[in-house]
Structures are given as structure tokens and as C-alpha cells.
């Protein structure tokens, strides 16, 4: 009896241990200049290929942006971790899904394009129940940037709104 407990208290400690080193040392880097795009810094949702005022559900507008934390590197990748602040506001919506693609264009120290990234953010509209309308509303979507340490170091960053239609 005594051995099957001490098999079982050395499983269990053996089983919580880490016989590898699994940390990766990450270096604080300098965050790149972050610029919104002047042609895309506004995006308008439109049921239809039209534009159609009666048509369009809303217009968000890159206001702001924020680096999470520190912007870091490994031995393998840069990582940044930006908010972006959108105020949307309703004209004619059909739900209050909002959903806006978005674009990064990293440059380097040279004004070179080094690379680009996509993404998505999605909200929700606020609703007044008081007017009984959806009111303009701050969306705030974050977009995780990771960029090879193989390709040129990021000296800047543009982003703006893909308008698809």
C-alpha cells in the first residue's frame, strides 16, 4: 500500500514538472508610427452596389488608435498590439451589427512597403430606448499585428477601412 501511494505522489510531481525550458526571452522594441489612411479613413455600409442614402446602414470613422502594452519581438516575430477607436454612426440601419474590414500597410525606416495585413472588427450599435433609435456609438477593436523578423524591421504602419463596394 505504501508503495502503490509514494508511485502515485511521484506521478503526480513528475506529471506538474517541466523538464523543458519553454520560455522564449521577447526584447521591448520601439513602437512604429502608426498613420491612418486619408482616402480610407471612412467607411460607409450599403446594402446595395448603389449608394442609396436609404440604402446605407452606417459610416464609421478612424478616430484614434493605442499600442496594448509594449510592442516586443522574439527570436522570430515582431508583435503589435493596437486598439482602434471607431466612432460609427447610424443612418438607416437594418440591424445593429456593425462589421468593417480593415487594412495595415507596414512600411520600413526607407518608406518601403514590407508588408500588409488584414482583418475584421465587429460591434454592436448602441440603442436609446428613450428615442427609440440606435445612436452613434465608439467601437473599439484591437488588431494583433505579428510581422516576421526575416522581413525589414517596421518603421511605420498605416491602416484605413477596405470599402468593398
Known sequence: MK?????FTIIYFVGCTNFTKT???HTIID????FFSSEN????DNSKENIDLN????RALLNNYGFVGNCYSDENYYYYNIDLLS?????NPSNKSIDFPIFTLMYDAKNQLIDKKYFRITGELDFNNEINKYI???IVGNINIIHDVKKKKVSS???????LK
Open 3 to 7: 508503495k502503490l501511494l509514494l508511485f
Open 55 to 58: 440604402e446605407v446602414n452606417f
Open 41 to 44: 479613413r471612412i467607411f460607409v
Open 31 to 34: 513602437c512604429p508610427n502608426v
Open 87 to 91: 466612432i460609427v454612426e447610424p443612418i
Open 23 to 25: 520560455s522564449i526571452d
Open 136 to 138: 452613434t456609438t465608439d
Open 157 to 163: 504602419i498605416t491602416i484605413g477601412f477596405i470599402n
